[in-house]
């Protein structure tokens, strides 16, 4: 199957400062990539998503960016919060979110 | 808006007895996910269900899991007999028939097998 891993697996930042989190695919037909949040003992949840047609969408306080060369996604969250402390999982699908192929997840403790 | 809801939420058995997991997806939700997430890893597509249909099961180890949603709506998973390596949180997930947005995830419910 596709080949969706993180960089780095333990990020910790400062509250207030802005994180990034960093994904690569290996799979060059995919088209949809996903965002989701993962807060302990619960299901994941939906950050943002994007299209292969798109470089960058930007959310409330994050940011998605694409790199379809170096097939490289990122999710950068401005002004992180104690709340924001939780696994982060990328996904990436050939045909939407039907059938989405998550990474090993990243897990962000941000320091108050 | 109720959430999806699934049950229970913890389940500890011996090996080669059966567990089921129900799941209620979100009102109005065609599609339905059933999920494996192993320890320290992202979740894995086991079965998706359109309406009462399962139109993506690959990943379905059919010897011992088992799946259904009779109505549309509700839908169980089983397991029978189950082994160690079945240790997971299974996760049920909805999204609406059409969408390639978001899926709402329930909180899981977490299989530990002795």
């Known amino acids: 199957g596709e080949s969706v891993g993180l960089h780095l697996p333990t990020l910790s930042v400062q509250e207030g400062d802005n994180s990034i989190i960093n994904c690569a695919y290996s799979?060059?037909?995919?088209?949809?990539f996903i965002w989701y949040k993962q807060e302990s003992g619960k299901g994941p949840q939906f950050i943002i998503d994007i299209r292969s047609n798109m470089d960058k969408r930007q959310g409330q306080r994050v940011t998605v960016l694409l790199n379809k060369t170096v097939k490289h996604l990122s999710l950068q969250i401005a002004a992180t919060q104690p709340g924001d402390s939780a696994v982060y999982f990328c996904a990436e699908s050939e045909t939407g979110a039907n059938n989405l192929f998550f990474g090993t997840g990243t897990r962000l403790t941000v320091i108050p | 808006e109720a959430g999806v809801v699934q049950s229970p939420r913890y389940k500890i058995i011996e090996k080669k007895q059966p567990v089921a997991f129900w799941c209620n997806p979100i009102s109005g939700h065609n599609t339905l996910y059933w999920y494996l997430q192993n320890l320290g890893q992202g979740p894995e597509l086991l079965i998706r269900?359109?309406?009462?249909?399962?139109?993506?099961d690959s990943q379905l180890p059919k010897d011992r899991f088992s799946a259904e949603r009779l109505k549309g709506v509700d839908s169980t998973l089983k397991i029978q007999p189950a082994e160690l390596g079945d240790s997971a949180v299974y996760l049920c997930?909805?999204?609406?028939?059409?969408?390639?947005?978001?899926?709402?995830f329930g909180e899981g419910s977490r299989l530990t097998v002795l």
């Open positions: 269900y359109e309406n009462e249909e399962a139109v993506d």
């Open positions: 997930a909805s999204s609406p028939q059409g969408t390639s947005g978001e899926l709402f």
């Open positions: 799979n060059s037909a995919s088209d949809y």
